[in-house]
């Protein structure tokens, strides 16, 4: 511990991963102390030098770390040393705790430092107000580039575009545009596509840039453009953006209008914290805890888990009233209440299996109408086989349990129907919740759980009734 400490005390610019994290990817508690203290000591001089200089993803796991006061504190003493991108980097709770903190002017001069992109996913969750202010301080043109950003709906590839790019005229040399781009002091940080537009900025093509670097310079542009086959329009939502570059292996794409003109470039690193987000958003909403994020407060993730928690609250009365129905075969066989749990929860197991798999597979658009009633044949099939298995299982632990053997074949039968229709249930409610255009990632796992508890129920205790009352 002492040479870990005495590391982080003699941390300089060229501090590595190794100084900040542990061997599992987690920030040293040494270093945040280390933080932690310099920012309790008001110390600009060592968070300049310590904090300042980390990677964005450095600092936005630092944050996350911190306390609250501690995050606020940390931005105010870094003052214009503070990497406003680093705020794409945490969870949306801290980001606005923080930004709400900071006067409009500090915001509106950190971002015009920042590409088009991370400066929108910044200024999108402010109030309109705040927006409208941070704008007005713009420079015009960044000003409408990031106006028309904002203008496109929530989750589209207008909002994760980066305006920054370049474009040249089809009639342009390859040294034209060679000096053009060497010239120039407002071109993006990286780039690997060089766009072609008419007067009107509508795409034609596109070159790569190792083409143009093969290419003599007498050459035009227009002679060794290719097609643009995969642009992608500004409304399109953000996750069939993410499928287009992974369907095509793509780094960037352009973005246009309504109009086919060329408003943005998409690139694979938005691509990529897009593809995480959507996949987080569909795992949150499988557990029925909708938007909530890890740095939510106590009211908000109530907040976000109570809709789904009173659906199931009702779909559980509805079993309740099922067992109701049979309270008299249930007094006269006592082992009947100790037995039903393990019918519906076997079956409600098997339904979240395959309604995963399902849910998955609409959001990848691998399951379609082409393939549906195979998929749904396959799962009948794996309900129907896991059902026997499980049926021969508890079948003869119950009937040696009990030492009765007709209380075996009961609970063993009533586990093959629940599995068979577990499996059903798990594929058919995302498909068919999915054909009206409701989320099936949201409201499946309630419904299937109710359908599998209803069934279980109803199975178990309806055949126990037929038995004893023919018995």
Known sequence: ???????????????????????????????????????????????????????????????????????????????????????????????????????????????????????VYILEDLDQEDQDEILAQLPFTERIRLRRSLDYP????????????????????????????????????????????????????????????????????????????????????????????????????????????????LTIDDVVDVIQQEAEEDLLRLGGVGDEELSDNILAASRSRVPWLLVNLFTAFLAASVIGLFDQTIERVVALAVLMPIVAGMGGNAASQTMTVTVRALATRDLDIYNAWRIIRREMGVGFINGIIFAVLIGIVAATWFADFHLGIIIATAMIINMFVAALAGILIPLVLDRYGVDPAVASAVFVTAVTDVVGFFAFLGLASLWFSFG
Request: avoid cysteine; charged fraction near 30%.
């Open 1 to 119: 511990m002492q040479g870990e400490s005495e590391q982080i005390a003699g941390l300089s610019q060229n501090a590595t991963h190794s100084d900040i994290y542990d061997d599992d990817g987690i920030i040293r508690a040494s270093f945040l102390a280390h933080i932690g203290a310099a920012v309790a000591d008001n110390d600009t001089l060592t968070l300049k030098r310590d904090v300042a200089s980390l990677h964005e993803s450095e600092i936005g796991d630092l944050l996350e770390a911190l306390q609250p006061d501690q995050r606020r504190l940390l931005v105010e003493l870094l003052g214009a040393d503070f990497d406003f991108s680093a705020l794409t980097e945490v969870d949306e709770a801290i980001r606005l705790a923080i930004v709400e903190n900071l006067p409009n002017a500090q915001i509106a001069q950190a971002v015009q430092e920042l590409d088009s992109d991370d400066a």
């Open 154 to 265: 929530e989750e589209s590839a207008g909002r994760r575009m980066q305006t920054e790019f370049i474009a040249v005229p089809p009639f342009w040399t390859v040294g034209q545009t060679i000096d053009y781009m060497r010239e120039d002091q407002d071109l993006p940080d990286s780039f690997s596509q060089i766009f072609v537009i008419d007067a009107t900025f509508k795409l034609l093509g596109a070159v790569h840039l190792d083409q143009i670097l093969r290419t003599r310079r007498m050459v035009k542009v227009e002679d060794i453009m290719h097609e643009t086959r995969h642009a992608i329009p500004a409304t399109m939502d953000q996750e069939e953006a993410a499928r287009e570059f992974e369907q095509y292996d793509l780094l960037s794409a352009a973005v246009v209008d309504e109009d086919e003109r060329l408003v943005g470039v």
